[in-house]
């Protein structure tokens, strides 16, 4: 029974690695759309909050530039929400690319949400690294006393 248990913290003590390294990469990716958008001419433009297409649950928002309509989730907005359906709000478009939206001129909020799962990373890293110390400290503590 305890080699299946051991086998099974070994499986999860991978599986958080995992996780920890996938969190780790988010939030680098959210950090570089930040950087590769924060100093792109912007235009605030008024727009109103829709259903997305995708998935129903996320809001999305309705605007129009440079003549066309374009329905798009902001790319700033991941842990908040937009507010109600049906309301107005400013939003910044990328003036090369009319797709990207902000709800900020600088889309401080990627920093934000980088930060948000960086940390819960390391989080996680902290506590593997200290389970990996405590084990192996009580390893050679036992070895000691069967001396």
Do not use: C
Request: charged share 20%.
């Amino acid at each position: 029974m305890s080699k299946i248990i051991t086998v099974f913290q070994r499986i999860l003590r991978l599986v958080m690695l995992i996780v920890a390294i996938a969190m780790l990469g988010g939030a680098a990716f959210l950090i570089g759309i930040h950087q590769s958008n924060k100093y792109l001419a912007k235009t605030p433009v008024s727009a109103q909050i829709i259903r997305g297409d995708d998935v129903k649950a996320i809001h999305a928002v309705k605007y129009e530039f440079e003549g066309k309509t374009h329905k798009r989730r902001p790319l700033d907005v991941y842990f908040r929400k937009l507010g109600q359906e049906g309301e107005k709000l400013t939003v910044y478009v990328v003036n090369a690319h009319p797709n990207r939206v902000f709800i900020s001129e600088k889309g401080d909020a990627l920093i934000e949400s980088a930060a948000l799962i960086g940390g819960w990373s390391l989080v996680l890293l902290l506590i593997l690294f200290g389970e990996h110390q405590l084990l192996r400290r009580m390893k050679i503590l036992e070895q000691s006393a069967q001396k």
